[in-house]
């Protein structure tokens, strides 16, 4: 049993098994990552390609590792040093990677929908990286399987996601796979970051955070990005930490044991205080182990390791 499309290129048009799928090969690959000599040879000979139109540094090094640990060649493509600034349009790069002798190639872009295209063009895997506001699947299926690991499941459990929902590519592959996988999705902050009716995806809004995280099993935190600041979609920095950054405080609104979660990179002081960061409740880091077994279980199941290695 693998994928059943070539292509990862968002979370809304997988089935639940296929996920599931994903997320039990990564066991396999977590394991891998816990040797001593982290690296095996299934991919011996295969050239991975990333190809950055944003500017990455967590989610391109963890792709690029996830690579190399199945001893795959990678070809890192910077956009600014290639003929894309030339006016090559994604097309003709697409070409030129498969001229290249490329076998997959991982695509991050700022416009919805461009790794759809460039998956039409080429007949290779296309992964996507993130494409606008549209799907981060990546990130969401790493924050699946951390769900999994540290709470041992995902049917049932409730996630309430905080922050800029309107513009967040990582909220919204969280909201398809979660609720596939039979999780309760709460969706907190205020109504300017809200899209209108995304309540038809299955979803909670709260535009309150203590009455959204009230019995939460797990709190994952949104990046706000400041750029959006002067866009007003709400006042200050300040004002939006005051109502919807988590302290510590918060955390008795919650389960117990609740699990905060955060993609990153973190505004500490502004969605999550510093202790917090820092905490026991928080399982950040192991988020970005989680992040390289899921790319190395994509990069698997897509470029068909066989399962004898």
Sequence with gaps: MGLKSKDLLGLENITKSEIELILETAKTMKDILKRPI??????????????????????????????????????????????????????????????????????????????????????????????????????????????????????????????DIKHSRVARSNIWGLTKLGAEVRLIGPSTLIPVGIEQMGVKVYNDLEAGIEGVDVINLLRIQRERQDKGFFPTIREYTKRYGLRREHLKLAKDDVTVMHPGPINRGIEISSDLAYGKEAVIEEQVTNGVAIRMSLLYLLLGGSRNE
């Design 38 to 163: 982290k690296k095996v040879p299934t991919l011996r000979g295969k050239l991975v390609v990333n190809l950055f139109y944003e500017p990455s540094t967590r989610t391109s090094s963890s792709f690029g590792l996830a690579a190399k640990s199945l001893s795959a060649d990678t070809m890192n493509l910077s956009v600014k040093s290639s003929s894309v600034t030339k006016g090559e349009s994604l097309v003709d790069t697409a070409k030129t990677l498969k001229a290249l002798g490329a076998d997959a190639v991982v695509i991050r872009h700022g416009i919805p929908g461009a790794a759809k295209l460039l998956a039409q063009t080429i007949d290779m895997p296309v992964l996507n990286a993130g494409d606008g506001a549209h799907e981060h699947p990546t990130q969401a299926l790493l924050d699946m399987y951390t769900i999994k690991e540290k709470r041992g499941k995902i049917e049932g459990q409730k996630v309430a996601i905080v922050g």
